[in-house]
């Protein structure tokens, strides 16, 4: 157990249709980054927050968006879904601002089904 | 645009064995990482690569780099079926944790 927890594990929704997945970082973890995970285009980086603040994009749609609370758990918004989004969305913390010797350690993963 | 290949992306091996999973990367980069996932299961941890020559073990796994070739082997010592999973190289890119992933290597050890 890493730690990181990340609701809910599953969810199963519609074309069209709008989710939103949560994620609560490891104690005393600033940082947070969302990373999707699908057979085609293997594990991806979204997006990473630090502190409530947006450090870096990655290859996330316009559809998709993130924030960080102040008490540091992030959410991911998923918008006007497609088929092509269902994936496994892992979530992972770090302590800061990724220093050298950092490591991120990754939720269970929600998996999201768009029928 | 940076890319990170790993090879061979599916391996099965005989217990007791010994193989070598390799992971290149298109660009500079000072960090390396490996991570093991099970079926169905999250990211583990496995190793943290800084610097060129980085060398780390964990029981049967061992872990190098070499930046100047843009390289990092994760070599499997007398396998056994437990290493049974899919391991994974990233590659940081601006030093900010924004990991870059190789399509993972999916291994199996057979008795």
């Known amino acids: 157990d890493s730690g990181v927890t990340q609701t809910p594990k599953h969810l199963i929704t519609a074309t069209g249709q709008r989710v939103t997945l949560r994620c609560s970082p490891r104690?005393?973890?600033?940082?947070v980054y969302w990373y999707q995970q699908s057979l085609d285009q293997g594990l991806q980086f979204l997006i990473q927050y630090y502190n409530g603040e947006e450090r870096a994009k990655g290859n996330i749609l316009e559809r998709f968006s993130a924030q960080q609370f102040p008490d540091l758990h992030s959410e991911l918004n998923l918008s006007s879904l497609e088929l092509g989004d269902s994936a496994l969305y892992f979530c992972?913390?770090?302590?800061?601002?990724?220093?050298?010797?950092?490591?991120?350690?990754f939720g269970p993963g929600t998996r999201l089904t768009v029928l | 645009e940076l890319k990170v290949e790993q090879n061979p992306l599916f391996l099965s091996m005989q217990e007791g064995k010994n193989y070598t999973i390799y992971c290149n990367y298109s660009t500079t980069s000072d960090r390396l990482y490996w991570y093991r996932q099970d079926p169905g299961k999250s990211l583990e941890s496995l190793f943290v690569?800084?610097?060129?020559?980085a060398v780390k073990q964990e029981g049967r796994l061992m872990a190098s780099l070499d930046t100047k070739a843009r390289l990092s082997t994760l070599h499997i010592t007398a396998a056994v079926h437990d290493l049974s999973a899919t391991y994974f190289c990233?590659?940081?890119?601006?030093?900010?944790?924004?990991?870059?992933f190789g399509k993972g290597t999916k291994l199996s050890v057979k008795p």
């Open positions: 104690s005393g973890d600033l940082s």
């Open positions: 690569l800084l610097s060129n020559g």
């Open positions: 992972a913390s770090s302590v800061g601002v990724f220093m050298a010797t950092d490591t991120q350690y």
């Open positions: 990233a590659v940081d890119i601006g030093s900010q944790g924004n990991l870059i």
